[in-house]
């Protein structure tokens, strides 16, 4: 059974740098792309990148270049999602998700449960 | 960037009933990779559709895709209790990928 399991709950303040974790299971994690999307409260989903863990090759939106950092750890089957100085503004639920292929133009297929990021003073 | 606009913003409905959820691009989706995802409050996406028809798997019939081009669209031929939320649609042909707005199918 294909699993992505993402780590907890994060509270933190203005500054502060962050990364979270998005665990596969279940399939041959070198093998699928693996992605986040940001969904801030209230609101719609926004796509913001993708890692191939395979070789690391990774795309971002233009809206997220330079504003975070995906990362993925192959031999742990592991992906991050990081920030080096977080702001209010980035505030949301953070989900993990599979690529539905080894090709890039594919829809998320299997899903993480979500990491609340927090950030305030 | 490919914008997508989903409507209506609103569909409130009954059990039974059909729903009929729109999704327009701002330029023509490349080889009509179009998905569509619904979400429940407090749980993850789950995706319904993609190439714009094709069931992802787990996925009732009463799920249906259909469009081409800019302009696709989401059956439910007969809504179920668990089918009310938020449903998405999403272009995966072109970079930036991105999401429409949503569109939320009430309990009328």
């Known amino acids: 059974e294909v699993q992505l399991v993402q780590s907890g709950a994060e509270v933190k303040k203005p500054g502060e740098s962050l990364k979270i974790s998005c665990k596969g299971s279940?399939?041959?994690?070198?093998?699928?792309?693996i992605g986040w999307v940001r969904q801030l409260p209230g609101k719609g989903l926004e796509w913001m990148g993708i890692i191939y863990p395979g070789d690391s090759d990774t795309r971002y939106s233009p809206s997220f270049q330079g504003q975070v950092t995906i990362s993925a750890d192959k031999s742990i089957s592991t992906a991050y999602l990081q920030w080096s100085s977080l702001k209010a503004s980035d505030t949301a639920m953070y989900y993990c998700?599979?690529?539905?292929?080894?090709?890039?133009?594919?829809?998320?297929?299997?899903w993480g449960q979500g990491t609340l990021v927090t950030v305030s003073p | 960037e490919v914008v997508l606009t989903q409507s209506p913003g609103t569909l409130s409905l009954s059990p039974g009933e059909r729903a009929t959820l729109s999704c327009r691009a701002s330029?023509?989706?490349?080889?009509?990779?179009l998905a569509w995802y619904h979400q429940k409050p407090g749980q993850a996406p789950r995706l319904l559709i993609y190439a714009a028809s094709s069931r992802a798997t787990g996925i009732p019939d009463r799920f249906s895709g259909s469009g081409s081009g800019t302009d696709f669209t989401l059956t439910i031929s007969r809504l179920e209790p668990e089918d009310f939320a938020v449903y998405y649609c999403?272009?995966?042909?072109?970079?930036?990928?991105?999401f429409g707005q949503g569109t939320k199918v009430e309990v009328k």
């Open positions: 998700a599979r690529l539905r292929s080894s090709v890039r133009n594919q829809p998320f297929d299997y």
């Open positions: 279940g399939y041959i994690f070198t093998t699928y792309w």
């Open positions: 999403q272009q995966y042909g072109t970079s930036p990928r991105t």
């Open positions: 330029q023509s989706v490349s080889s009509s990779y």
